[in-house]
């Protein structure tokens, strides 16, 4: 799906206490009484165990006899799974081949797993076959899958026509879970306004900062600029130079040309042919000129070592 930008001995006193090793009979008297786990309903029990992974589904499954019995479709869901990826991505010597894995997805899928019920949706999406995945990521969002509801969110949001209300509702869901790309997703609806959704640029500002505190890059650029435009928030030059530079650092191209032409301003030259120039190669054509013009203020040594540094420049981790 495409994605839009911007619009962490005792010195006690109770040490001398006369304590009696309690019986028996008094421990058990004051213990509560061990839980019934075989009496949560089943359909309770699924829907908490739907998103799990291969590992705790199978801690979960040791608890007790009955939900070993109970889990068993969602333990097969898990080795599903794993060829459905095998053969999604090609990995562990399976060539690629994406009906496969649409099979595998869905027959995961039917044994309650909302993590394949997402796979299958991400390929029926890819296809074209839109109703199909947003009835797979309506139902594990409904089993409180965060990745399905923020994919039904962004799904509500590209129909035809869109569906705001809906959109809203699920990706705010996500965004309670700590889903980063949902919260810079209901950043974005909060702060256009285009007559179906009323304009909250504070809301949106503090949704774009969760995203940006989670790493999501896009966010991270987005937040830059409220601190510039004091959009949401009270205008902050410095945490707006500081918001850049990290987008900047984890490859973000608008973010690395506004950065460089920071750099420019205040006179780091050097620095600031290496952002321009990862801007130019990332795509932003204005970064070429400003690029070129610095250049020429620099010695031969100065810029080869600019490229150098390009070259050898690697992003930070995003999401």
């Avoid at 801690?59 to 009955?66: D, E, F, G, M, T």
């Avoid at 990995?91 to 997402?118: E, H, I, P, Q, Y």
Wanted: net charge positive.
């Amino acid at each position: 799906m495409k994605h839009s930008t911007w619009p962490r001995a005792s010195s006690s006193p109770f040490s001398s206490l006369p304590f009696s090793n309690p019986t028996a009979s008094q421990i058990s008297a004051r213990s509560p009484p061990a839980a019934d786990f075989s009496a949560l309903p089943y359909d309770v029990l699924a829907k908490i165990v739907a998103s799990f992974d291969g590992p705790n589904l199978r801690a979960v499954s040791l608890v007790c006899r009955s939900w070993w019995e109970a889990l068993r479709p969602l333990r097969e869901a898990m080795v599903l799974l794993r060829w459905g990826k095998r053969f999604k991505h090609g990995r562990c010597g399976v060539r690629r081949n994406a009906d496969k894995a649409l099979d595998a997805f869905t027959k995961a899928a039917a044994r309650g797993s909302a993590l394949a019920m997402v796979d299958a949706g991400l390929i029926y999406w890819e296809r074209g076959e839109k109703p199909m995945a947003m009835e797979l990521y309506l139902k594990a969002a409904e089993l409180g899958n965060p990745s399905a509801q923020c994919n039904l969110g962004i799904s509500y949001l590209q129909a035809e026509p869109p569906n705001t209300e809906q959109a809203l509702k699920w990706l705010y869901k996500a965004s309670v879970c700590g889903n980063v790309r949902a919260q810079y997703q209901l950043a974005l609806c909060l702060h256009q306004n285009d007559g179906k959704i009323r304009g909250n640029m504070k809301e949106a500002a503090k949704w774009y900062m969760r995203a940006a505190e989670g790493g999501y890059v896009r966010a991270m650029y987005n937040i830059s600029l409220c601190f510039s435009f004091g959009e949401g928030l009270t205008r902050n030059h410095q945490l707006a130079r500081k918001w850049m530079k990290r987008a900047a650092d984890r490859g973000h191209g608008k973010a690395q040309f506004e950065h460089g032409l920071a750099l420019f301003s205040d006179g780091d030259m050097m620095k600031a042919v290496v952002y321009l120039e990862l801007a130019t190669r990332a795509g932003e054509k204005g970064a070429s000129h400003v690029k070129n013009a610095v250049l020429h203020r620099l010695s031969s040594a100065s810029r080869d070592h600019a490229m150098h540094l390009a070259d050898s420049w690697r992003a930070l981790p995003s999401r």
